[in-house]
């Protein structure tokens, strides 16, 4: 077991395909075997852009019934609902005191908005609220209250960590030694995890395969893999095969082995191929998809592990914030 606390915050946006899956879910997951982690769905973040309490509920179940069914270690892993620990709000007020206004205002996400508003030829802070602008703040104040050193995110969360960890900075200067630095850690880019068309799998690309497609649309979806035209007979390349890419992320070193073969050696189609591709990914995913389904019909059994989460994950946060309001405060 490690020493180093992981953390990282989940949006509740709906099921991840299975992009998500192999770039984000299961590097955590395998992280939850041997780290001390936190995870949360971070439904406080989707409040800047999803003004609908029942969408942001719903997704939130699915978001924690993704993280159990797809085999989350309980033991080391405190999951729960970023909304359901009250310092987690005093923390960003407080942290707004030490934060540069610059600091936010280069922050990718908010320059985006900016960007495409001139480009429209609107005012430049036209649809941004304050939840997007002190967006980073409320990370900062996740990231730093539950004392993690490592943050595991997507490329496009880096300089939030990045600026998580600046933050820390000023506030351990003018404080003394309060926060633990968290450093980010970028998972496999989820470039490499080729969607239905060989670009890679993005929701924005419609190419995607949904981590707990039933059955029968995953059958379909595979069958739906473009590939080039060579006859069964003929040798093909694992490397630039789709097929082949996504088994990768899927099977034993030993069968992905054994595949490469049958694409080199020629005499295997491409309905063959998909075939061997369906059997694999569906072997792996219908016990997490069962069960997935099985907790969606349980949510009694999601508020146990949610409110368990809560329990523990305020018992670390009420730590902090006590630290930090005698920092500041001198109380
Ligand atoms: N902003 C992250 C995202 O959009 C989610 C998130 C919220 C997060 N708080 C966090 C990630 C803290 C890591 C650490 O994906």
């Given at each position: 077991?490690?020493?180093?606390?992981?953390?990282?915050?989940?949006?509740?946006t709906g099921i991840p395909h299975l992009g998500n899956y192999v770039g984000?879910l299961?590097?955590?997951?395998?992280?939850?075997?041997?780290?001390?982690?936190?995870?949360?769905?971070?439904?406080?973040?989707?409040?800047?852009?999803?003004?609908?309490?029942?969408?942001?509920?719903?997704n939130?179940?699915a978001a924690?019934a993704v993280?159990?069914a797809a085999?989350?270690?309980?033991?080391?892993?405190?999951?729960?609902?970023?909304?359901?620990?009250?310092?987690?709000?005093?923390?960003?007020?407080?942290?707004?005191?030490?934060?540069?206004?610059?600091?936010?205002?280069?922050?990718?996400?908010?320059?985006?908005?900016?960007?495409?508003?001139?480009?429209?030829?609107?005012?430049?802070?036209?649809?941004?609220?304050?939840?997007?602008?002190?967006?980073?703040?409320?990370?900062?104040?996740?990231?730093?209250?539950?004392?993690?050193?490592?943050?595991?995110?997507?490329?496009?969360?880096?300089?939030?960590?990045?600026?998580?960890?600046?933050?820390?900075?000023?506030?351990?200067?003018?404080?003394?030694?309060?926060?633990?630095?968290?450093?980010?850690?970028?998972?496999?880019?989820t470039?490499?995890i080729?969607g239905l068309?060989?670009?890679?799998m993005s929701k924005?690309y419609d190419n995607t395969i949904s981590l707990f497609a039933p059955e029968g649309e995953l059958k379909k979806k595979i069958?739906r893999i473009?590939?080039?035209?060579?006859?069964?007979?003929?040798?093909?390349?694992?490397?630039?095969?789709?097929?082949?890419?996504l088994?990768?992320?899927?099977?034993?070193?030993?069968?992905?082995?054994?595949?490469?073969?049958?694409?080199?050696?020629?005499?295997?189609?491409?309905?063959?191929?998909?075939?061997?591709?369906f059997?694999?990914i569906n072997?792996v995913l219908s016990?997490p998809r069962?069960?997935y389904e099985?907790?969606m019909?349980?949510?009694?059994?999601?508020?146990?592990?949610?409110?368990?989460?809560?329990?523990?994950?305020?018992?670390?946060?009420?730590?902090?914030?006590?630290?930090?309001?005698?920092?500041?405060?001198?109380?």
């Open positions: 077991m490690s020493d180093k606390v992981v953390l990282t915050g989940i949006k509740p984000a299961k590097p955590l997951i395998e992280m939850s075997q041997t780290h001390r982690t936190f995870v949360f769905i971070a439904d406080l973040h989707a409040l800047n852009t999803i003004h609908n309490p029942d969408e942001i509920s719903a939130t179940y924690a993280l159990v085999g989350l270690n309980l033991k080391n892993a405190v999951l729960f609902r970023q909304s359901d620990i009250t310092p987690v709000y005093e923390l960003a007020t407080l942290l707004m005191n030490v934060t540069p206004k610059g600091l936010m205002n280069r922050a990718h996400s908010y320059k985006a908005m900016m960007d495409k508003n001139t480009a429209n030829g609107l005012d430049i802070d036209a649809g941004v609220n304050m939840g997007l602008y002190t967006y980073p703040i409320l990370m900062a104040a996740d990231i730093l209250l539950y004392k993690s050193d490592i943050v595991p995110v997507g490329a496009d969360q880096k300089q939030h960590v990045e600026f998580a960890r600046d933050i820390a900075g000023y506030f351990n200067n003018l404080y003394g030694n309060v926060f633990r630095l968290p450093e980010p850690v970028i998972g496999r880019d470039g490499l080729p068309d060989g670009r890679k924005s069958m473009i590939t080039d035209s060579k006859t069964p007979e003929e040798v093909k390349d694992p490397d630039t095969s789709t097929i082949f890419q088994y990768t992320h899927f099977a034993s070193a030993a069968e992905i082995d054994e595949f490469r073969q049958m694409f080199l050696a020629g005499g295997m189609g491409y309905g063959t191929a998909k075939n061997r591709l059997d694999k072997s016990g069962a069960e099985r907790l019909a349980n949510r009694g059994e999601l508020d146990d592990i949610l409110s368990d989460g809560a329990a523990r994950a305020r018992a670390v946060a009420d730590d902090t914030i006590a630290r930090v309001k005698r920092a500041m405060l001198g109380h």
